[in-house]
């Protein structure tokens, strides 16, 4: 039962790149969540979903788009990096309850 | 508009002595208010929650309407209580079971 994972765990990118962050949970929860984490920012949301082949924006869905193709899996993708994307991302799921499981977050840096 | 308010960005306590970490919230819906704790190199945890009205690692946190605070309170802290703490907020009233955090406040207890 591993939770919620999340690969890659790190990753460097250069400016105009593109890549997807995969969170995958085995806790059959119906709510899953990308937040990013800076310094002196706290969380901020950036997508969620309430269900599968659902999504919707957060506060900071700028540069971001995501897909929920399967219940299990949310992907979050950045078509074009920008350095001001250098970030912690963490995954999150939960149901109703207002209780978050987060991923072990994803480091990502962009030169 | 920011809804979850920690003044401290930074706390340093020696162990021992008492240590009260504040949170402020701002909601006109019903809020339900969370503390979750972030340990070096693991990932983010739920603390407790004002619902529960539960005390977890000797800590605890006491919802008040009037103040519109919800500050987290140990009455002798540990060296192993350093991380970061966030305080969050959720609307009961909503379907969406989103959080929403404070910037966090970095814990350090010295020996």
């Known amino acids: 039962n591993a939770g919620v994972t999340q690969t890659p765990k790190f990753r460097v990118l250069k400016t105009g790149q593109s890549m997807t962050l995969l969170c995958a949970q085995d806790?059959?929860?119906?709510?899953m969540y990308w937040y990013r984490q800076d310094p002196g920012m706290g969380l901020r949301l950036i997508h969620y979903s309430v269900g599968e082949g659902t999504t919707a924006k957060g506060e900071v869905p700028d540069g971001y788009n995501v897909s929920r193709l399967k219940k299990q899996n949310f992907l979050l993708g950045l078509e074009s990096a920008a350095p001001s994307q250098t970030s912690v991302y963490f995954c999150?799921?939960?149901?109703?309850?207002?209780?978050?499981?987060f991923g072990e977050g994803s480091r990502l840096t962009v030169l | 508009a920011q809804r979850v308010t920690q003044p401290e960005k930074l706390l340093s306590v020696f162990k021992g002595a008492p240590v009260e970490l504040k949170c402020n919230y701002s909601?006109?819906?019903?809020?339900?208010l969370f503390w979750y704790v972030q340990y070096s190199r693991q990932r983010l945890q739920l603390l407790l929650r004002h619902i529960s009205r539960e005390s977890i690692k000797g800590f605890t946190a006491d919802l008040n309407k009037g103040e519109t605070s919800f500050h987290l309170k140990k009455p002798f802290a540990q060296e192993e209580d350093s991380a970061m703490y966030y305080c969050a907020l959720t609307d009961r009233g909503s379907t969406l079971g989103r959080l929403y955090f404070g910037r966090g406040t970095q814990l350090t207890v010295w020996p």
């Open positions: 909601y006109s819906g019903s809020p339900e």
């Open positions: 806790m059959n929860h119906e709510y």
């Open positions: 999150a799921t939960g149901q109703i309850t207002g209780e978050l499981f």
